[in-house]
């Protein structure tokens, strides 16, 4: 059974060299999926991904053309750039090994100055905060900067810790900076 195909985009020429059309190979469908897991350029997403705003919709390759995997979604295109399906050049197998390096580092919990934690998956808010805290600290840079960061996280908890639970009259005992 043919499924419908995204009317707004029409399946390019298929005696253009710079495309290819399903069905496609073992090999290729392989290395399309890598293209769209790579994150070096945007994936090819569903055109119909208004309707399941739930799922992004980045499309899934198959022998015989892209699937939206979002339920009962039914969308399907039956083209891709010719690079797409070809192994990936040296360059490109960099990039997505740094990317892929970049994506595990920001999955490791760091300290977090903004929330006196130590979390992973570092958001917008936590990096202004870290860069603010550089910023008032130059020429402080590199390991030095980042010890010395970790250094006053790792305070902060231990001073929420000590108002936590230490007794109100052995606080300052603890740590005379304590004022709470």
């Known amino acids: 059974m043919a499924l419908p ?3 707004t985009i029409p399946a390019p020429d ?4 710079t495309f290819v059309a399903a069905p496609w190979t073992d090999d290729q469908v392989a290395n399309l ?3 769209q897991r790579a994150g070096v350029f945007h994936p090819f997403t569903c055109g119909r991904r208004d309707e399941h705003r739930s799922d992004p919709g980045v499309l899934v390759a198959e022998r015989d053309g892209w699937r939206c995997p979002a339920a009962d979604c039914g969308y399907r295109q039956t083209w891709a ?3 797409m399906a070809t ?8 990039r997505e090994r740094q990317l892929a390096e970049l994506r595990a580092a920001a999955a490791r919990p760091r300290p977090c100055l903004l929330h006196e934690d130590i979390h992973p998956d570092h958001g917008l808010d936590c990096m202004r905060a870290y860069a ?4 008032d600290r130059r020429p402080l840079t590199g390991r030095p900067a980042r010890e ?3 250094l006053q996280v790792e305070q902060r908890i231990l001073d929420q810790l000590v108002r936590e639970h230490a007794p109100a009259h052995t606080r300052r005992r603890i740590n005379p900076a304590l004022s709470k």
């Open 81 to 83: 750039h010719l690079f």
């Open 87 to 94: 192994p990936p050049t040296p360059a490109m197998a960099e």
């Open 5 to 7: 195909l995204n009317p």
């Open 148 to 150: 010395a960061y970790a």
């Open 14 to 17: 298929h005696t253009d060299p």
């Open 132 to 135: 603010r805290w550089l910023a």
């Open 33 to 35: 999926n890598r293209y």
